[in-house]
């Protein structure tokens, strides 16, 4: 019988390696798919503690941590209008470990906004999940004399830049609500921009600015305990939480409307199955009814769905912003 080659053996023993390897390669891969996630979860919340995507975001990954065992770290990175935080995560390596709470501002407006922004939301992330939506309310001290928009425009007509209005900082859903109506209604306030919502609080409680526009649930809690006096609401409908209170169009703004959204975002290059993998879990949450209850509850709806239309709801809002954008005027360096 011939004796098989030194080559021939070498040969035969690296195809039966090769295709072990093969063999192996994919089942690891899937117990490191698996075994998701390896490390904490950042997500990351582009404004200070205490607003309302704070709110949305805190309660969201509790529920995560809880029922899928999972560390889940809120990350408060606020500046530039939620420039900053988004950007961090937008150059974060995607993995699935770190997570922002985006929204309307930041993502659909700043584009078009702001001259030089360090991301494309478009390119640069990969829409999660939605979690919620909320209208903007303006909101008065509760012993304000101007207990009507009607009244507000009154007085603003009668002096120009005579009453302030505050809101979350320049940019956001409402600064350019603010923005808006005041083009509608024809009046020029003075606008008092903020980095966060608790300073906005104490001076609006305390009389030193007159109105303040931010969503529902930043300001609800103070509505409810008579401190302030909710106003108005910019979205087609009254707010549930709200019942009480008229919205813009009501006041003869016919078809205003501004409303904010939030969501959860990756940094582009995620591998799929994380994304669908957190998308699940994101849904599931939503649909705990202690969990839809605590963000209905501070003025939001719950919304959800799918990452495609997550992505969908992106495409159109980036253009549609921009057009309202370019109409105030607003822009930033």
Known sequence: MPIPSLSRCLNARLLAVLVGVAAIVPMGAAQAQD?????????????????????IARTVAQR???????????????????NLGVDAVAKAAPDGHTLVMGQTSNLA?????????????????????????????????ANSPYKTFADLVK??????????????????????AGELAENAAGIKLRHVPYKGAAQAMTDLVGGQIDFYMSAVPTLLGQVRNGKLRAVMVTSLKRSAQLPQTPTLAESGYQDFEAVTWFGVLAPAGTPQAIVQQLNKAINDALLVPEVAEKLRSEGGEVLGGSSEKFAALLRAEV????????DSGASLD
């Open 35 to 55: 075994a998701y996630p390896r490390k904490p979860i950042r997500l990351v919340v582009p404004f200070p503690p205490g607003g309302g995507t704070d709110m």
């Open 109 to 141: 407006i700043n584009p078009s906004l702001y001259a030089r922004l360090p991301y494309d939301p478009l390119k640069d992330l990969v829409p999660v999940a939605l979690v919620a939506s909320a209208p903007i309310v303006m909101a008065a001290p």
């Open 155 to 176: 007085a603003a007509k009668a002096k120009p830049d005579g009453l302030t209005l505050g809101y979350p900082g320049n940019g956001t859903v409402a600064h350019l």
């Open 319 to 326: 253009p549609r912003w921009a057009r309202i954008v370019k």
């Open 64 to 82: 995560l941590a809880d029922h899928n065992k999972w560390t889940v770290v809120v990350d408060n990175r606020p500046g530039a209008g939620g």
